[in-house]
C-alpha cells in the first residue's frame, strides 16, 4: 500500500491562530541555561519544519507555549502539536521561556511565576541546552546526553518517531494522549487516548472512565485494520508493550490527533493545495463502543440500521430494538447443552472478517484444534477466534462491541451455540418459545411425517428398479442412478417450474455453453432471478460432474462461492440452480466488449482478493478440503457490485484426512493454460495446483490478456512473457494500457506480479500457499517478497508435445 493510501486522518481543535498576527521574531538555533525566550521570539528546527514559540488558540488572548509545523503559519492558522502550560496560561505578553538555573526548562510568566517545568534532576556541573529538532521533539540536554524531551509527555497528537513502552504486569490501562477541553482551551480534558497491555493489546479512546472506541486487535508487529504499518505494537517476554509510530512517512508531513469531541484523526499535509487533509477518521456509524449492546454486532454497511444480533441471539427488548435503540443488545434463544445429561454436543457459527469482541482471554502456544478443544472443553467458553497470527483468543464473558468489517479486514470468528441451532437456517429461526401444547403437536407432525417420507422412498425405490430394466435408461443410468447422489437438504425443483423459469430452454436466454451442457437465466415465480444448468443428456463425464457438484457445493458456504439454490432430476433431465450473477464472468469484462467496466484498478484487486479468501475456505476453512482444479476467469462469476465467486466445481476433489496431494491415473480435467505442469504431465493434483491455476489468473487480470489464446513471438505462456519483462526490469510494459494510472499505485501491481510469478513456479514445493498469498498480496511493497524462479512450461513452443488427449475445457462465460 503506497504512502498516501495507508494514512488515516481526523480533524483537529479548529483554528489555532497567533493572537499577535503571523509574524514571528527568531531566536538562536538552540537556549542555554540562564537563556530565555521572550514572547514572541520563536525557535526553530534546522530545517524549518518545526516552531517553538507563544501562540494564542482561537477566540482566546491566553498565551501557550508550543510546537506546531511551519507549513501554513503564514496563512495565520497553526497545526499545534504539543502544548507545555496547557493547564497554566500566561495572562500577559510577557512570558518566557528560560532554562532555569537549576537547569531544568521553565514557562514564566511577567512576575516571574513558574507556570510549567520540566521537573528533572539534572546533576551540577551539567550544561543544559535546549534545541528543537525536525521531528518535532523538543529536548533538553545535559552534557550530551537527554535528560528530558516532549515525546515523553505527549498532549494531543502522535507524531513519527514517537514510541512508548507499558508494564503490562502493572497496569492493564495506559492513557498516552489527552486531548484539548475546547478548540479554545489546550488544558488536559476528560478525552483521553492509549493502549490496554492484556494481549492481544488494543488502542483505546476513553471518554473519562467509558470506553468511548476500540481498535482491532493487534499482534506483535502488525496493524490489523484499514492502515497497515502505520503502527506498530511489539510485546516482549515481560508482557511490556512498545507502542511506536514509525518511520514509514519521512517524505511526508503525517500525524495523529485526538479531539475533544472523541474523534482519533490522521492528518497529512497536501503540498499541492497547501493544506492540511484528514485522511482517516475513526467515526463510522459502528465506531462507538458497545453500539449494539452485549451480543449484537454492528456492520456499516446496514446504515441506517446497522445493529443486529450474533446468531443464536435475539434482541433482548423487541420494542426498543424496533425504535432503533440498540444498547439493550441480544440474549441467548436456546442454552448451550453442556453439563446437560443426554444433552447434543454445541457446535460453533463461524463468521468472517469480524472485528472480534472486548475482553478476550488469549492462549499462548495453542493450535487451531486446540483452540477449538479449549473451548468446548468449558462450560464458561461461548465464543473463540483464531488467527495465525495473533494465536487463539477464547471468551467466557458477555461478547460486546463486534463488528462486521469491510474485506480485507478483520480475523475468523466462531460462536458458540446449541445443536439445534446450528441445524436451522438463520431466516428460520424465530424468536418465540412454544408452549406444552404446541411441543407436542409439532413432535406429532414431525414423526408422521417421517414415516410417510420412509413409505413414499421405499415405494419411488421399487419404482426406478422397475424402470432402470428399460432400455432407454439402461445406458448411464445403471451406472449412475441418480438414487446414488446425496441430496441431503437441498432443495428439489419440478422440471416444469424450470421450463416456465426459462421459457422452455430459449435461446434468447442461454447464458453459456460447456462441455456437459448449457446454462441460462430463468426468473422464478416470485420473481427471483436464477442461472439453471442443464446437463447434457449424452454426457457421461457431465453426470459425474453433475454429482461432484452436488456433493460439493451443498456443503459449502462462502460469499466468495457461487450458492447452488436447488436441482431437479426428472427421467433423463437432470439441472442445477443457481443464484444468478448479472455481470456474468470475469471473462466476459476482461476479455468482452465491456472490459471497460475493470478500468478501475482497485476493482480488480478487490476481485482478486475476493479470489484469494473463496480459494482459502476451499483449501483450510471449510467443512471439507476442496481443490478446484479448474480455476480460471470464466469460473469467475460477478455480482451486481462486482464481488468475485468461484463457481463450477464438476472437477473439483475432495481431500480426506492429512492427505497434502493426490494422482489420477487416467483422466487429467482441466483447462489448457491454467494447469500445473505437475498436474497436466503426471496427473499429481495438490493445492498447489490450484495455487498454479490462480497465478496465471492474476497474470491475466493485471494485463487484461487472456492465456489461454496468448501467441508472442518467442513465447506462448502469458507466465512466460512476464518472466522475461519482470528479469529485464520492464514489467510495467506488461500492464493493461486500460487500467486508469490514476487508480493505482505501481507498487501495489508490481507486488501483485511478482505474487503471481510465485504462484507459477515449476515446482510445487516452491509456491506459496493460499495463506501466504493473501498475507503478500496486503504487504506493503515487493523487496521483501521471495525471488521467483523460473515458471514451468517455459520452453514456449515446445509445449505442445504434451499429450492433452484428456483435457476437458469448459466455455461457459456467465450465468
Known sequence: MSQKTAVGLYVIPKSLRNARGSGFVSAQSNLHRNQSLR??????????????????????????????????????????????????????SLGRLTVFEDGNLKVLD??????????????????????????????????????????????????????????????????????????????????TCGITTSFPPQVFIWDGDRPYWRSEPRNTSIFIGPNPAVLSLVTDDARKVTYAFPWAYESELVHFVLTYDRVRIQRAWDSGS????????????????????????????????????LRGYVPKNQTEWSKGDWTGGCVRRTPLQCGIAG??????????????????????????????????????????AYDSTLGCMIWNSTLIDTEELSPSRGIDFSVRLAYSELEQKPQDIAATKFSRWKVILTMAVIIGTVIFGVCIWFLRRHVRRISIKEPQHHKYMNKDDSEEIEFGDLPMFQLKTLITATNN????????????????????????????????????????????????????????LVRLLGCCVEGEEKLLVYEFMPNKSLDALLFGPIHGVLSDWKTRFNIIQGICRGLLYLHRDSRLRIIHRDLKASNILLDDELNPKISDFGMAKIFGGNDDQADISKTVAGTYGYMSPEYAMRGRFSEKSDVFSFGVLLLEIVSGRRSSKFVDNEYLSLYALAWRLWNEDNIIAFIDPLISESTYEANEILRCIQVALLCVQELPEDRPNISMIISMLDGEGSSSLPRPTQPGFMEGRHVEHVSVNHLSQSYINGR
Open 274 to 309: 497547501r493544506k492540511w487533509e484528514n485522511k482517516w477518521v475513526s467515526r463510522t456509524n459502528c465506531d462507538v463502543y458497545s453500539k449494539c449492546g452485549p451480543f449484537g454486532i454492528c456492520t456499516a454497511a446496514n446504515s441506517p440500521q446497522v445493529c443486529g444480533c
Open 505 to 560: 430452454f430459449q435461446d434468447d436466454n442461454k447464458l453459456g455453453r460447456g462441455g456437459f451442457g448449457t446454462v441460462y437465466k430463468g426468473k422464478l415465480e416470485d420473481g427471483e432471478d436464477v442461472a439453471v444448468k442443464r446437463l447434457s443428456k449424452v454426457s457421461l463425464q457431465g453426470i459425474r460432474e453433475f454429482m461432484t457438484e452436488i456433493l460439493v457445493i451443498s456443503k459449502l458456504q462462502h460469499r466468495n
Open 39 to 92: 514572547d514572541p521570539e520563536s525557535l526553530v528546527s534546522s530545517n524549518d519544519i518545526f516552531r517553538l514559540g507563544f501562540f494564542s488558540p482561537a477566540n482566546s488572548t491566553n498565551r501557550y507555549v508550543g510546537i506546531w509545523y511551519t507549513v501554513n503559519e503564514h496563512d495565520g492558522e497553526l497545526e499545534v502539536v504539543w502544548v507545555a502550560n496547557r493547564d497554566n496560561p500566561v495572562n500577559d
Open 110 to 191: 511577567g512576575q516571574n511565576k513558574s507556570l510549567w517545568s520540566s521537573d528533572v534532576l539534572v546533576y551540577e556541573g551539567h550544561n543544559s541546552v535546549v534545541q528543537l529538532l525536525d521531528t518535532g521533539n523538543l529536548v533538553l540536554n545535559g552534557s550530551g546526553t537527554i535528560i528530558w524531551q516532549s515525546f515523553d509527555q505527549p498532549t494531543d497528537t502522535f507524531l513519527p518517531g514517537m514510541n512508548f513502552t507499558v508494564d503490562g504486569m502493572l497496569t492493564k490501562k495506559q492513557a498516552l494522549f489527552w486531548a484539548w477541553k475546547s478548540p479554545s482551551d489546550p488544558s488536559f480534558g476528560k478525552i
Open 343 to 384: 444433552g447434543r454436543v454445541d457446535g460453533f457459527w463461524n463468521m468472517t472478517q469480524v472485528k472480534v469482541p472486548d475482553n478476550a482471554v488469549w492462549l499462548s502456544g495453542k493450535t487451531e484444534d486446540q483452540c477449538i478443544n479449549e473451548c468446548l472443553s468449558k462450560c464458561s467458553c461461548i465464543a473463540y
